[in-house]
């Protein structure tokens, strides 16, 4: 069951004890998804503010980007729809 926290020192506390946080970047925020053995910790910040945060996190990072966004549907394209993950190393 996902969990939304607005609080972004807990979120970097909940980090030590987290398998990995996902970042997934829009327009306007970012996106951070902590993925623990029980609940995945998400939270939204600003670009800056979301910065900050990761310098201070205590477990790996991976990075999301969407590949193939806004391609048809049509044959071939079933792994185009898949996010593409990368790992940084903090």
Do not use: Q, W
Not at 15 to 27: E, F, V
Not at 65 to 84: F, H, P, Q, V
């Amino acid at each position: 069951m996902p969990r939304e926290i607005f609080d972004t020192k807990e979120f970097i506390r909940l980090s030590s004890g987290a398998d990995h946080c996902r970042i997934k970047r829009t327009k306007d925020v970012v996106k951070l998804k902590l993925r623990t053995k029980r609940l995945l910790y998400t939270i939204k910040l600003p670009a800056k503010e979301a910065e900050e945060v990761l310098k201070s996190l205590k477990c790996p990072v991976k990075e999301v980007e969407e590949k193939g966004k806004g391609k048809g549907k049509g044959l071939g394209t079933a792994n185009t729809d898949r996010a593409m993950l990368r790992i940084r190393k903090p």
